[in-house]
């Protein structure tokens, strides 16, 4: 048995647990001694009734009234259901969802979940789209180039993090007078391309040492790399076209890998040239350099640039909407801690001196993770715990996590649907850490070799931080119109009041 207890509400604890048994077990128990409940929900006819979710998921409720609205019908947060994309790209969409924080961190367990080949779910991209290999993300940690694959990443982390801060500053304070000059000319600004730009850029030169615009890709990196992108995880998304035309374009039929073939070689190329001292060490770990250049790839344009590119603009949402009050504590924190301890400068002292300004950080991943949706196979027969009730899961069943039910859970958190700016701050917000799982897993945990949580978890974290530095040491205020897109909001800033103190 595997037993966490978790502490919400101060008078209110939360027990999760689950319970192992033996696939020949006659019984399952609870070990909290919850009642057990049969898994509520259904799949449907074949064919039809994947397809009738899948066009409720996606046009006429929308993902989050889609999972609301069973879990008021079932009256449990864990019940069967079909996710998308199903017919005619995933075999089998069938899965068990988990949507409160009680019975979600079962997805962090590989000793009780298998995760090969379901980083995007019930159906895996074509390799042709990764060089040919399955690139880390879809490893299970028992496969053995899991290992060593992730030390890989943890030595590009490392190997230039002195870099990381200069950088984040030289490339956004160019991000920042791009966005005063568009505001002095136009009235507005848009955030979302020139923070497409800026953080490829960054990237691009705090790991590799590479300005892009140097070299053969030019300015086209971003757009290559939603292109690429786009044809992964368009059965997964929705992009604005009529809904029949979308559906069959999308969510039907994959999309042939050759649409973007050329745009990732050119990609693949920079890397070849770029990572080239990373390559270097990914030989002398036992790994190919062909298979080194095409994970080191993903995982700085796929889960980097991708994870900033979503995240970045609703930390600005979240901000923008959370109004005059906070933006004032966040510069007076930010601008005290640079000067006193930082001597001017920014640095990670002066930022530990921000516990505000890290708080917003966590908060925005809290309401909006950058990968919402999370999978894994159970190895074995066992219970799954909600808060209420005890579910028996069966060997090789699906099980998926919506994270934002589960980092919104009311059990767990006050004003849950709210963004409250200062809510890891102190001893108390401190605790709530363990309940943001942004990352794979929880915040109070680190990544590992052995588990499946992120390898840029503290970067990612850091990056978000610098973001909010650069903001308010350098404005007062901000004023944004938020729409959507087809990878996070979309925004506008309508104002940027230059710092007066």
């Known amino acids: ?241 009529p809904s029949f035309i979308e559906d069959l374009l999308l969510h039907s039929f994959r999309l042939p890998p050759a649409l973007v073939k050329k745009d990732y070689d050119r990609l693949a190329e920079f890397f070849k040239e770029a990572a080239a001292p990373v390559l270097d060490e990914a030989e002398g770990m036992g790994i190919s350099r062909d298979e080194a250049v095409h994970n080191i790839l993903f995982a700085t344009c796929f889960n980097g640039f991708g994870g900033m590119k979503i995240l970045f603009p609703g930390i600005l949402k979240w901000l923008g909407r959370a109004g005059g009050t906070v933006h004032g504590r966040l510069a007076e924190e930010v601008r005290g801690a640079v000067a006193g301890i930082g001597g001017g400068e920014v640095t990670m002292r002066a930022m530990e001196a921000m516990p505000l300004v890290k708080s917003v950080v966590y908060e925005a991943l809290r309401m909006e993770p950058p990968v919402p949706l999370q999978y894994g196979r159970a190895k074995r027969d066992m219970v799954v715990e909600s808060h209420d009730a005890a579910y028996e899961v069966r060997a090789g069943e699906l099980l998926f996590g919506y994270q934002p039910f589960a980092t919104k859970d009311p059990r767990v958190f006050e004003r849950a649907e709210e963004f409250v700016a200062d809510r890891f701050v102190g001893e108390r917000g401190e605790e709530l850490l363990k309940y943001v799982v942004w990352s794979n897993g929880p915040e109070t945990e680190a990544a590992t070799m052995g588990n499946k949580q992120c390898a840029g978890k503290d970067f990612v974290v850091l990056v978000a931080r610098l973001l909010v530095v650069e903001l308010f040491l350098r404005y007062d205020s901000l004023d944004i119109e938020v729409g959507t897109s087809a990878l996070g909001s979309s925004v506008k800033l309508t104002s940027l009041k230059r710092a007066t103190f």
């Open 1 to 241: 048995m595997a037993l966490a207890t978790l502490s919400a509400h101060p008078h209110r604890p939360i027990k999760a647990s689950i319970s192992e048994r033996a696939a020949t077990s006659p019984a399952f128990s609870s070990p909290s001694h919850l009642p057990m409940r049969k898994i509520p929900g259904d799949y449907g006819l074949p064919l039809i009734g994947p397809i009738q979710d899948r066009f409720s998921y996606f046009y006429t409720q929308g993902r989050d009234d889609f999972f609301r609205s069973r879990v008021k019908l079932h009256k449990s947060t864990v019940f069967r259901v079909n996710v998308p994309p199903g017919p005619f790209i995933a075999p089998d969409p069938r899965v068990i969802a988990l949507l409160d924080a009680a019975s979600f961190p079962v997805l962090f367990d590989t000793s009780l979940v298998e995760k090969r080949d379901l980083f995007t779910g019930t159906f895996a991209p074509s390799p042709a789209l990764t060089g040919g290999y399955r690139v880390l993300s879809y490893l299970d940690p028992a496969e053995p180039l899991h290992a060593p694959l992730k030390k890989l990443l943890f030595f590009l982390l490392s190997s230039r993090r002195q870099a990381v801060i200069p950088e984040f500053r030289r490339t956004f304070t160019a991000l920042f007078d791009s966005l005063d000059a568009a505001l002095a000319a136009d009235g507005k600004a848009d955030f979302g391309g020139a923070n497409d730009r800026a953080c490829f850029d960054f990237l691009c030169r705090a790991f590799f040492d590479r300005d892009p615009a140097q070299t053969p890709l030019g300015l086209d990196g971003p757009k290559l790399i939603v292109k690429w992108v786009l044809v992964q995880l368009g059965p997964l998304l929705t992009v604005g076209l």
